[in-house]
Structures are given as structure tokens and as C-alpha cells.
């Protein structure tokens, strides 16, 4: 697997350099495919995850994966003309008359590793960002979400070309691998403890990594607020995705003298 990765990247990195600066309406073009992808795939998309899951509802994939997703391409497209423009930079007297500029350029080849909670939207926003940026990317999927990285591997080989978009599954040993790579940029989401393994291997390439790491998430309950409508805002989001979520509510600060109306009406509502 070792020598098949290193030939994808290679070939990524030879496509890239013929097209290393992809003008706005390529950009667009390209999200958009993305967009009519899930779109047009949304019922598979949400029985290959059910299978993984072993089973999840459809309608909570479609609304905390396949919505979220679709809006964070709106959101990117909406917004990217500006983002590529050239931006002016103050310049110190010294430097007179010289002037600086920030030019926004694509880095090269993306690495993206996706975690099994929500292994839809967590392979799709950071892909959009890669892709809007200019960039060739390379996708990873979890070991737990075999069925949606076949479908993806599918959807995405009918719709790109595998030297801009391509689609790994987990094998044993695959992240390892994946993650000590010649990347451009890697994106990880995950547990801290392989976050650091992560690092340590794209260190040996010195690869700049974007890491979103799990933590805990306290909630606060300020004694002038109505309780039944923060118990609903917080149990809910605890819920959401069997609380496999990374900004899932852990514990809670109650002032102490509402901490029995809180326990109460907590149990009443929602036990």
C-alpha cells in the first residue's frame, strides 16, 4: 500500500504543477460538482452510512451531514472571488517605495484524514476549502465508514479526475502511511492521542498540519435564563449523532441553588 500511495501522490503532485493556479469559474465549476453530487446521491448516501453505523436515522444524516455540507459549499462559493483577491499590506518607512502584496495561492497537494462520527461533512468541508483554494486533494477515510468511502470512490471517479480528487479506504497500517506523506497540507480530525502521531509523521516531511482535536465542552446556565429552554438547547445537542460529537455538551455549571430545579426538570423532560 506504501508504493500505491506514494504513486498517487506523485501523480497528484505532476497534475498539479500543469495547473497550479485554477482561475474562480474552475473553482466554482468545481464545488459545484460537488454540490449536485451529494445532492443527487443523498438516499445512498444515507444507506451506506446507516451500514457502517450499523444504523443511523436518514433524516439525522441529512440534517447534521448532507445540509451542513451543501451549506458550507454555499458558503465557500459565495465568498471566494473575494477570498482570491490580492490584498495591500502596510510597508515600513524603511522600505519605501517598495509596496507589499498577499497573493492567495494554492500550497500543492491536500491530505485529508476523516474520523468515523461524521465521516460525510468531515471529508466534505475541509475537500471544499482544499478545492477552493486550487488544490489537489487526497482523502482518507475512516476504517469504520467502508461503505461511504466506496460510494464516495465512486461518485467522485465518475466526476473527477483521480489526479485532483481521490478517495483511499483503511486497510491496516493505511493512516500511517497516509500521514507520513509528502503532503502540501494535511487536515486531521480526531482523537488527540493520533493527532500527535499525525504530527510526528508529517514532521519528517516538515508538512504543515491543520488539527482538530477532541476536548471537553462545558455548559454554563446563568440564573436569569429560562432552564426548560437551556435543558433543550444543551440535552439536545448531547444527543445529536448518539453524542459522538466534539462540541457535544460533557458537564454542566448550575448555580447551586437551581441545581435541584435543574436535576428535576431534566429527568422529567428528557429521561
Not at 506523485?10 to 482561475?23: V, Y
Not at 468515523?116 to 483554494?133: E, K, Q, R, S, T
Not at 483511499?168 to 493512516?175: D, F, L, R, S
Request: hydrophobic content about 40%; charged content about 20%.
Amino acid at each position: 500500500m506504501d508504493e500505491q500511495l506514494d504513486q498517487y501522490i506523485t501523480q497528484q503532485k505532476q497534475a498539479f504543477l500543469q495547473c497550479p493556479m485554477p482561475q474562480l469559474q474552475e473553482r466554482l465549476s468545481d464545488l459545484n460538482k460537488i454540490s449536485l453530487l451529494i445532492t443527487q446521491n443523498q438516499h445512498a448516501i444515507c444507506h451506506a452510512i446507516a451500514q457502517d453505523f450499523g444504523q443511523r436515522s436518514a433524516s439525522e444524516t441529512a440534517l447534521l451531514e448532507i445540509f451542513t455540507s451543501i451549506e458550507c459549499i454555499k458558503y465557500t462559493q459565495k465568498n471566494l472571488s473575494r477570498w482570491m483577491r490580492i490584498q495591500k499590506r502596510h510597508t515600513s518607512m524603511w522600505f519605501k517605495p517598495a509596496k507589499n502584496r498577499v497573493i492567495p495561492q494554492p500550497v500543492g497537494v491536500v491530505g485529508i484524514i476523516v474520523p468515523w462520527n461524521y465521516p460525510l461533512f468531515l471529508a466534505i468541508a475541509p475537500l471544499v476549502a482544499a478545492i477552493a483554494a486550487g488544490n489537489s486533494v487526497m482523502v482518507k477515510m475512516s476504517e469504520n465508514s467502508q461503505e461511504l468511502c466506496r460510494l464516495l470512490q465512486q461518485l467522485f471517479t465518475d466526476t473527477f479526475a483521480q489526479e485532483k480528487v481521490r478517495f483511499i479506504a483503511e486497510e491496516g497500517g493505511t493512516g500511517k502511511a497516509f500521514s507520513a506523506l509528502p503532503f502540501d497540507h494535511l487536515v486531521f480530525t480526531g482523537s488527540s492521542t493520533t493527532g500527535k502521531a499525525v504530527m510526528a509523521n508529517a514532521a519528517k516531511n516538515l508538512v504543515p498540519v491543520t488539527l482538530e482535536l477532541g476536548g471537553k465542552s462545558p455548559a454554563i446556565i446563568a440564573d436569569d435564563y429560562d432552564i426548560k429552554k437551556a435543558l433543550e438547547r444543551i440535552l439536545g445537542g448531547k444527543t445529536y449523532n448518539s453524542g459522538q460529537t466534539c462540541v457535544a455538551p460533557d458537564y454542566l455549571y448550575v448555580p447551586e441553588d437551581l441545581l435541584p430545579e435543574v436535576i428535576n426538570k431534566a429527568k422529567k423532560n428528557y429521561c
